[in-house]
């Protein structure tokens, strides 16, 4: 139910976006993210009012949406660094009541897609 897209390789300062298909408009999406040897962590989420909760190291430089018309949440990365690179997963829960950034809140999950910054 959640294929992500749009990983690749760049250099550190480029851009990439992610996206995320899902047919879950209304519940609460997450980006997280698993480097190898790493715990997986959470880099973004947005809820179904479009809130959205941010960790700290990628402040400033992720945005993430969603479009619902199109059933698509998208990760925007700008400036990116050596130690973003990690596989990133799309994640989505039935409701939430705030947006967390924490894996064991989401239910859904899809395979991954992988950033590479060299």
């Known amino acids: 139910q959640l294929v992500e897209s749009g990983g690749g390789s760049v250099q550190a300062g480029g851009s990439l976006t992610l996206s995320c298909t899902t047919s879950?408009?209304?519940?609460?999406l997450g980006w997280f993210r698993q480097a190898p040897g790493k715990e997986r962590e959470g880099v973004a989420g947005?809820?179904?009012?479009?809130?959205?909760n941010y960790a700290d190291s990628v402040k400033g430089r992720f945005t993430i949406t969603r479009d619902n018309a199109r059933n698509t949440l998208r990760l925007k990365m700008n400036s990116l660094k050596l130690e973003d690179t990690a596989m990133y997963y799309c994640?989505?829960?039935?409701?939430?009541?705030?947006?967390?950034?924490?894996?064991?809140?989401?239910?859904?999950w899809g395979q991954g897609t992988q950033v590479t910054v060299s």
């Open positions: 947005i809820d179904g009012s479009s809130r959205t």
């Open positions: 994640a989505a829960v039935r409701a939430c009541s705030t947006v967390s950034l924490r894996s064991d809140t989401y239910y859904y």
């Open positions: 879950r408009n209304t519940w609460c």
